[in-house]
Protein backbone atom coordinates (compact mmCIF):
# COMPACT_ATOMS: atom_id res chain seq x y z
CA UNK A 1 0.00 0.00 0.00
CA UNK A 2 1.26 3.20 -1.08
CA UNK A 3 1.86 5.97 1.93
CA UNK A 4 -0.07 9.34 1.04
CA UNK A 5 1.57 12.52 2.23
CA UNK A 6 -0.91 15.67 1.42
CA UNK A 7 0.96 18.78 1.81
CA UNK A 8 -1.63 21.70 2.25
CA UNK A 9 1.15 24.70 1.56
CA UNK A 10 1.35 28.35 -0.06
CA UNK A 11 4.61 27.15 -1.56
CA UNK A 12 4.46 23.83 -2.58
CA UNK A 13 7.25 23.72 -4.89
CA UNK A 14 9.17 22.71 -1.95
CA UNK A 15 7.92 19.76 -2.05
CA UNK A 16 9.01 16.94 -2.20
CA UNK A 17 12.52 19.12 -2.08
CA UNK A 18 14.64 17.19 -0.52
CA UNK A 19 12.84 13.77 0.40
CA UNK A 20 13.38 13.60 -3.92
CA UNK A 21 17.12 12.47 -2.81
CA UNK A 22 18.87 9.41 -0.68
CA UNK A 23 16.32 7.00 0.89
CA UNK A 24 13.34 8.72 0.61
CA UNK A 25 13.59 9.65 -3.00
CA UNK A 26 14.43 5.98 -4.05
CA UNK A 27 11.16 5.21 -1.91
CA UNK A 28 9.24 7.80 -3.49
CA UNK A 29 10.44 6.61 -7.25
CA UNK A 30 9.95 2.65 -6.05
CA UNK A 31 5.83 3.94 -5.64
CA UNK A 32 6.35 3.20 -1.88
CA UNK A 33 5.12 7.19 -0.64
CA UNK A 34 3.31 9.65 -2.76
CA UNK A 35 3.78 13.19 -2.09
CA UNK A 36 0.68 15.32 -3.52
CA UNK A 37 1.47 19.37 -2.62
CA UNK A 38 -1.82 21.24 -2.82
CA UNK A 39 -1.61 25.04 -3.12
CA UNK A 40 -3.56 26.86 -0.69
CA UNK A 41 -4.24 29.72 -3.09
CA UNK A 42 -6.43 27.83 -4.71
CA UNK A 43 -9.06 27.82 -2.73
CA UNK A 44 -9.37 31.60 -2.45
CA UNK A 45 -12.57 33.19 -3.78
CA UNK A 46 -10.95 36.62 -4.35
CA UNK A 47 -9.34 37.85 -7.26
CA UNK A 48 -6.23 38.77 -5.23
CA UNK A 49 -6.17 34.77 -4.14
CA UNK A 50 -6.42 36.38 -0.82
CA UNK A 51 -5.31 33.68 2.15
CA UNK A 52 -4.84 36.19 5.09
CA UNK A 53 -5.77 39.00 6.94
CA UNK A 54 -5.02 40.89 9.71
CA UNK A 55 -5.02 39.86 13.64
CA UNK A 56 -8.74 40.33 15.15
CA UNK A 57 -7.84 42.85 18.40
CA UNK A 58 -4.65 44.29 16.50
CA UNK A 59 -1.03 43.52 16.40
CA UNK A 60 1.53 42.63 14.25
CA UNK A 61 1.67 40.49 10.91
CA UNK A 62 -1.48 38.71 9.21
CA UNK A 63 -3.13 35.38 10.01
CA UNK A 64 -4.29 32.39 7.83
CA UNK A 65 -8.44 32.95 6.88
CA UNK A 66 -10.35 29.83 8.61
CA UNK A 67 -12.86 29.66 5.30
CA UNK A 68 -10.12 29.67 2.70
CA UNK A 69 -7.92 26.99 4.46
CA UNK A 70 -10.62 25.33 5.66
CA UNK A 71 -11.93 24.97 2.05
CA UNK A 72 -8.44 23.45 1.30
CA UNK A 73 -8.56 21.24 3.81
CA UNK A 74 -11.87 19.60 3.22
CA UNK A 75 -10.33 19.04 -0.66
CA UNK A 76 -7.76 16.84 0.73
CA UNK A 77 -9.84 15.05 3.30
CA UNK A 78 -12.36 14.16 -0.09
CA UNK A 79 -8.92 13.47 -2.02
CA UNK A 80 -7.60 10.66 0.24
CA UNK A 81 -10.05 10.12 3.18
CA UNK A 82 -9.49 8.81 6.57
CA UNK A 83 -5.70 10.10 6.79
CA UNK A 84 -4.94 12.05 9.83
CA UNK A 85 -4.76 15.83 9.44
CA UNK A 86 -2.14 17.60 11.22
CA UNK A 87 -1.08 21.39 11.09
CA UNK A 88 3.25 22.78 12.22
CA UNK A 89 2.84 25.18 14.30
CA UNK A 90 5.25 25.92 17.47
CA UNK A 91 1.78 25.86 19.91
CA UNK A 92 1.88 22.05 18.96
CA UNK A 93 2.59 19.01 20.83
CA UNK A 94 6.57 18.03 20.23
CA UNK A 95 7.02 15.52 17.94
CA UNK A 96 8.13 12.24 19.19
CA UNK A 97 9.43 8.96 17.91
CA UNK A 98 6.26 6.94 18.96
CA UNK A 99 4.23 9.29 17.02
CA UNK A 100 6.07 8.73 14.26
CA UNK A 101 5.69 5.13 14.06
CA UNK A 102 2.14 5.49 14.60
CA UNK A 103 1.46 7.41 11.63
CA UNK A 104 3.98 5.90 9.79
CA UNK A 105 2.10 2.58 10.35
CA UNK A 106 -1.43 4.05 9.03
CA UNK A 107 -2.35 4.76 5.14
CA UNK A 108 -0.48 8.17 5.03
CA UNK A 109 -0.94 11.96 6.82
CA UNK A 110 -2.24 15.30 5.69
CA UNK A 111 -0.28 18.25 6.68
CA UNK A 112 -1.10 21.79 6.79
CA UNK A 113 2.20 24.43 6.75
CA UNK A 114 1.33 27.74 8.22
CA UNK A 115 2.87 30.57 7.77
CA UNK A 116 2.86 34.53 8.79
CA UNK A 117 0.93 34.45 12.43
CA UNK A 118 -0.37 31.06 11.98
CA UNK A 119 -3.92 29.66 11.56
CA UNK A 120 -7.30 31.05 12.47
CA UNK A 121 -7.86 29.30 16.06
CA UNK A 122 -11.41 28.11 15.16
CA UNK A 123 -10.25 26.32 11.76
CA UNK A 124 -7.88 23.84 14.20
CA UNK A 125 -11.00 23.63 16.66
CA UNK A 126 -13.39 23.06 13.73
CA UNK A 127 -11.77 20.39 11.95
CA UNK A 128 -10.10 18.87 14.95
CA UNK A 129 -6.65 19.03 13.67
CA UNK A 130 -3.72 17.71 15.94
CA UNK A 131 -1.06 20.56 16.40
CA UNK A 132 2.54 19.53 16.13
CA UNK A 133 5.88 20.96 16.89
CA UNK A 134 9.36 19.96 15.98
CA UNK A 135 11.46 22.46 18.66
CA UNK A 136 11.19 25.52 20.74
CA UNK A 137 12.29 27.70 17.86
CA UNK A 138 10.15 30.02 15.16
CA UNK A 139 10.79 28.99 11.71
CA UNK A 140 9.43 31.57 8.60
CA UNK A 141 6.77 28.40 7.67
CA UNK A 142 5.73 25.03 8.16
CA UNK A 143 7.29 23.35 5.23
CA UNK A 144 10.77 22.73 7.03
CA UNK A 145 8.58 21.27 9.87
CA UNK A 146 6.84 19.36 7.32
CA UNK A 147 9.41 18.14 5.17
CA UNK A 148 10.93 17.28 8.95
CA UNK A 149 8.05 15.26 9.86
CA UNK A 150 7.30 13.30 6.22
CA UNK A 151 11.39 12.33 6.34
CA UNK A 152 11.16 10.47 9.56
CA UNK A 153 7.57 8.64 8.78
CA UNK A 154 8.94 8.22 5.55
CA UNK A 155 12.31 6.06 6.62
CA UNK A 156 10.30 3.87 8.70
CA UNK A 157 7.97 2.50 5.73
CA UNK A 158 9.11 -0.88 5.04
CA UNK A 159 11.70 -1.42 2.53
CA UNK A 160 12.34 1.91 2.72
CA UNK A 161 15.59 1.39 5.20
CA UNK A 162 16.53 -2.03 3.90
CA UNK A 163 16.79 -4.68 6.73
CA UNK A 164 13.72 -3.78 9.28
CA UNK A 165 16.36 -3.93 11.86
CA UNK A 166 17.99 -0.37 10.36
CA UNK A 167 16.68 1.78 12.91
CA UNK A 168 16.03 -0.56 16.23
CA UNK A 169 19.25 1.14 18.26
CA UNK A 170 18.72 4.74 16.97
CA UNK A 171 18.43 7.46 19.55
CA UNK A 172 14.79 8.09 20.71
CA UNK A 173 14.45 4.21 19.37
CA UNK A 174 14.67 3.03 23.21
CA UNK A 175 14.09 6.03 25.39
CA UNK A 176 17.80 6.81 25.40
CA UNK A 177 20.51 8.41 22.83
CA UNK A 178 22.24 6.63 20.44
CA UNK A 179 25.99 5.31 21.75
CA UNK A 180 28.90 6.45 19.69
CA UNK A 181 30.01 5.19 16.29
CA UNK A 182 33.15 4.49 14.91
CA UNK A 183 35.25 3.45 12.00
CA UNK A 184 38.52 2.74 10.11
CA UNK A 185 41.25 4.05 10.34
CA UNK A 186 41.87 2.70 13.99
CA UNK A 187 44.41 5.79 14.85
CA UNK A 188 43.43 9.12 13.36
CA UNK A 189 44.70 12.21 15.24
CA UNK A 190 46.23 10.75 17.85
CA UNK A 191 42.76 9.09 18.82
CA UNK A 192 42.29 5.52 18.93
CA UNK A 193 38.90 3.13 18.42
CA UNK A 194 38.12 2.00 21.71
CA UNK A 195 39.63 -0.96 22.26
CA UNK A 196 36.26 -3.29 23.34
CA UNK A 197 34.68 -2.67 19.84
CA UNK A 198 37.72 -4.83 18.53
CA UNK A 199 37.45 -7.67 20.77
CA UNK A 200 35.25 -9.58 18.72
CA UNK A 201 33.34 -10.35 21.61
CA UNK A 202 29.30 -9.22 20.92
CA UNK A 203 28.66 -9.59 24.59
CA UNK A 204 31.29 -6.76 26.04
CA UNK A 205 30.35 -4.90 22.86
CA UNK A 206 26.64 -4.76 23.54
CA UNK A 207 26.95 -3.97 26.98
CA UNK A 208 29.59 -0.86 26.42
CA UNK A 209 27.39 0.37 23.97
CA UNK A 210 24.17 0.10 26.24
CA UNK A 211 26.20 2.08 28.97
CA UNK A 212 27.45 4.91 26.75
CA UNK A 213 24.06 5.19 25.79
CA UNK A 214 22.76 5.84 29.47
CA UNK A 215 26.02 8.29 30.17
CA UNK A 216 25.57 10.14 27.09
CA UNK A 217 21.49 10.26 27.73
CA UNK A 218 22.11 10.98 31.44
CA UNK A 219 24.36 13.70 30.78
CA UNK A 220 23.08 15.24 27.45
CA UNK A 221 19.27 14.93 27.67
CA UNK A 222 18.14 14.67 31.69
CA UNK A 223 14.43 14.92 30.42
CA UNK A 224 14.83 12.06 28.09
CA UNK A 225 16.90 9.84 30.56
CA UNK A 226 14.18 10.91 33.96
CA UNK A 227 11.29 9.28 31.59
CA UNK A 228 13.12 6.60 30.43
CA UNK A 229 13.98 5.73 33.88
CA UNK A 230 10.61 6.38 35.30
CA UNK A 231 9.79 3.63 32.94
CA UNK A 232 12.01 1.20 33.94
CA UNK A 233 11.00 1.07 37.54
CA UNK A 234 7.14 1.09 36.86
CA UNK A 235 5.31 -2.47 36.19
CA UNK A 236 3.12 -2.90 32.93
CA UNK A 237 0.34 -1.71 35.33
CA UNK A 238 1.96 1.67 36.06
CA UNK A 239 2.61 0.50 39.61
CA UNK A 240 5.71 0.88 41.52
CA UNK A 241 7.64 -2.24 42.92
CA UNK A 242 7.65 -1.59 47.11
CA UNK A 243 11.98 -1.59 46.28
CA UNK A 244 11.68 0.86 43.79
CA UNK A 245 10.03 3.31 46.28
CA UNK A 246 12.30 3.15 48.07
CA UNK A 247 15.71 3.87 46.05
Not at 53 to 63: E, H, I, L, N, Y
Not at 118 to 133: K, N
Not at 154 to 178: N, T
Request: negative net charge; charged residues 25%.
Amino acid sequence: MTFIAQVLTLYPEMFPGPLGLSIAGRALNEGRWRCDPLQIRDFATDRHRSVDDTPAGGGAGMVLRADVVARAVDHAASAAPGLPLLAMTPRGVPLSQERVRALAAGPGLTVLCGRFEGFDERLLEARGIEQVSIGDYILSGGEMGALVLLDACVRLLPGVMGAPSSGDDESFESGLLEYPHYTRPYEWEGRTIPEVLRSGDHAKIAAWRKSKAEIDTRLRRPDLWERHEGARVRSPSGARHDEDLKT
